[in-house]
């Protein structure tokens, strides 16, 4: 045997003493990218055409015990490579995908012995900048322990920003809009006590994707891509100079990430355009991920479905089945309230009505022993994924929703105790298995058990990473919920399918809610990461809860149009089945609209204000179009240029009516059909809070 | 359905106002417990005869966010009742234990609103009390994080005391013996750096079992039992009043115990006599644990073993294969140093010797992936326990063992790294089932992975219990290196045969080692609450490392004499099978040497000088006696009226020669035979350092 030091062959890669002069750079269309050493400390600066994105920046990592790369630091050399290729996800928006980038590699090396050596990859878009850190397999590192990035992102001037607050345990906050120099979290965070856990020690924190709008035009988003094996990165704004510092969300001991070499950071993203729909329309960060890891992906079924969910969260029913874990009988059965709503007579409800509508699938949540007790306690043991309460009949339901053909959503809430799921994690999954569940939405409501762990931090990012395998190996698909943000990791782990980590619909159930420009804010933030489950679909918007004081602050065209400008493979049709049953011509509406796509289109969009998206069905030759808007009443063109020329389609037109307003009306609505072609131009017309959405099928015949 | 409330049945149980008066006692034997109620403050006392064993002491819990019972407390009730039955161990020192005892039960009512209740059990044997704090079901008291326990030992003399630091993550220190007015850690937990992870923040704190010896010749040893989801106890010194404090590990984030009502603690136990021997031969620890919770322990196998181990603690192999996990070669697979000595050929060599010399089992440690870098940088994900180095054919050993009638153990070291080890548990286990590995020796050395717990808190106490629960699902047995101590599980999960958790024989190999009083204080301290996997039997006790400096710090008799006085299911006999077969006369008693038995007596003991102890064989007619010495030669005489009457016997006397001397002539040994019956005595000469080991057994045809 050849017994070759491989290490020794990449240690001698590089003279020692190369000084390749910078300034080094990519460029892709009109961003360019330019990286600098410049007395031993790298930066790099982003511009899109003449216009600043980001000025000269720090890089670096900086180790527990010393002896990181923050330091100054030599060159060995670069290179340059072009990669243009098309590859097609599993499910998505789009069926192709273009992967086009010039990749800059810069080697770099700690002159303080014994000299290890770091990478730093950029990767130059059309629409922006992926950059990431890599520590080569090398004999001068091995494990080492991240105290600091010291990524930055020096911003060229005062940018207008939709943020949330740098928490290291939700994303759930309501989006303020306001200039980088006026962040301050801690108000939000204190007062937001209809967010279970929070915990935000810097008040100039802010979380990513982080969504900014420079006076010169240009918007630019700044996210991360493959979050993997590391945690979740926030951004510290210095108010003065605009500049923004990575913060890594700490462990239970306050490091950041245990590494050993060969390794790698997530990809710092920078997504740039002077036109606000390519924001939208960017699949940077998809590009960034690994292909799929999975053996198989046939499985993966996108769906949509009903539950028994929206009428806990609206006080009908409960989660729980007794009062408390201490109302027991004299036999120490729990004594049930009769407020229970996972009931296989509920069930069966909601399943008679998926079958009913052609929604392939019911989630119930509650069904399982332990909510009387699941939160606030910060205790371990509190689910075991596998014990109905006694009036969930599992075999039952399963044979029920079987002979009508719907597919049951599992739920398995972990109250934060990601140590207790695990452990459940294989026995939870052949329960499914057994009893035809082909799809989980898992929740971590709750403080993070390893305790003193955060949600966001590197063990949970690896936990989040196991569910997926070990679902996948299940052919199971997951939804989770109280995740950290997503990064894209659906497109290596395709059975990932959605999950929550942001503000979704049921905030307008129990709490203050979220105000119309929310969801014109939304595809500009949590969505750029990836899909979310943000349960749209509610008809009844008002008086739907024992107080009379909540409201959906939307009209219910509004809602429709959710299903088109919120992509999500997974979308629940998250109201009352005797709600949608209420209006059978709008729900008609969600019963047609696809969740996997050809293609997409953003029509018009701008953060904060408004969105028109179309879409194309997948396999099919048609198309649906959502659009919405904030608290302002708008008329939005639409051009249907989309359309296959020299075709004619009905288009049926879901609209607010005329007297239509989130606060006074908001589920007055008019439905209108007409034939169009390519060369058509539709007007809607969108009420204060309101939206339109629009399906074309083609005429037939014609 | 009767709905009945089956708490209020309880809460009204007691009348509010009822005050029993106190003093209330229970006793057995000579030993008196008193448990007073002055001021609120409830206390406890013991006594031993007309001797003082613990003064009146403190007794209570600290809640975090307070109402727990710190403060003044109200008696509603107590109850008495007496105890009187036998059991059968599923393996032991004996066939039968007596559980006979007083037990008194006081109910405490929190007078502050809303009335918390709290039980206090006593249970009064011969030779000691043990008890524990009963959190009954009540509406008062759902959900608690316990701060502080409050149990004091108000110790009548400043005793002399057996002790190692009170440390979080290991009980591997040596014994000082010295007064409690003595005890201070710091410097000996500062210069142990033999042992990989210390952390013993208070230098009054002392771990238990805690052994101590008062002047009026009253022997007092304090643990506890039935340590099952609440951290160790340790013991705070005050070092001018003799007064111990009992101090609970903590967890990652400073809190003791998570705990919800119904729920109670370990039992705090005080083991007392006037005689030494009494305390080693006191059941009153096995007493307190639950029954045995397997439905099953016909396939639980008590035996001896040897292994693939010492040759590694002394360098002549090592456990990885390869010099580091960058010691790669083109092809990047690991390059092999060829010191590793988990490999086939050498597995079989001691395949080979078990089957040839009746030892059941075969250890082989290194066998799997991940060894070139498995400790020091608190890594996660160390090893998956089921991917064995090239040159460890699973299969083809499992053939081999198979076919010589050995049984395979297995050998899974997490690094610390317990969420690993869940997270790979089932997999693992079934490896096991399908490869032949009936038993388990688990391992954690290194610092603890929830990251900031620890060894002996909460966490890992509930790790432990999963690890033995889930082994026992899968039939396999486990021996916990580096776990906590012992505290009597072994009942109630007879599948845990054995641990570590203590300092043992392999310290000789790769430090300073153990002085020769070692193995004297074990069995008062240590072994107290349950068996060591000690690893006794080294024959080569000089020269048998490269630097020539280290020693085993016996005789060769006295290794022999451990197999008797040191009880464990598990045996391992430890040397190299060349060093082993230079003295086959001698390894006869190894070969001979039962692991299960009848009866048990303790001759003679006093810690830190001597033991002498004698066991007959499960199920057989043969007995069996080890003795043992500190540094300074002995004669012991023994009577043989444990023999029965009438017999003649076969004693094999494996005793130090003349010229035998821990220090100068280790190996010096000579066996003798003689004819005995129960009328003789024997007299063994124990050598500095030394021991003697005895077999009886029946002449033939008498």
Redesign the interface.
Known sequence: ???????WLLAAGFPAAAQTPTPLTARQGKVKLTFMLAAGQPTYAVTYGTKAVVNASRLGLAFEGGQGFDGPLTLLGSEVKDVDETWQPVWGEVKNIRNHYQQLTVHLRQPAAPGRRLDVVFRVFADGVGFRYELP???AL??F?VSDELTEFALPADHQAFWIPGDYDTNEYLYTKSRLSAVDNAQQVKASTEIAVRDAPDAQAVATPLMLKADDGLYVNIHEAAQVDYPAMQLHVDRASHRLTARLVP???G?KA?L?APSRTPWRTIIVSDKAPDILASKLILNLNEPSKLPTTDWIKPMKFVGVWWEMQIGKSDWKYAN???????Q?HL?PTGRHGANTANVKRYIDFAAAHHIAGVLVEGWNVGWE?WF?????QVFDFVTPYPDFHVQEIKDYAQSKGVQMIMHNETSGSA?SY??HL?TAYQFMNRFGYPSVKTGYVGRI?????HHDGQ?MS?HFV?VAEMAAKHHVTVDMHESVRPTGLSRTYPNWLSGEAGRGNEYNAFSIGSPPEHETIMPFTRFIGGPMDYTPGIFKLQNFEPTGKRSVRTTLAKQLALYVVLYSPLQMAADLPENYEAHPDAFKFIEDVPVDWDDTRIVAAEPGDYITTVRKAKGENEWYLGSITDENARTQPVKLDFLPPGQRFEATIYADAKDADWQKNPASYQITKQVVTSKSTLTLRLAPGGGAAVSFKPVAGK
């Open positions: 045997m050849k017994k070759q030091l491989f290490f397999r090398q004999l091995g494990n322990v462990n239970a001991v490091s245990f050993r408390s874990a201490d109302t027991l009988d004299a120490g004594i007790d606030g306690a910060w205790k371990e140590t695990e452990q294989d058990i390893p305790r003193g762990e063990w690896n196991r």
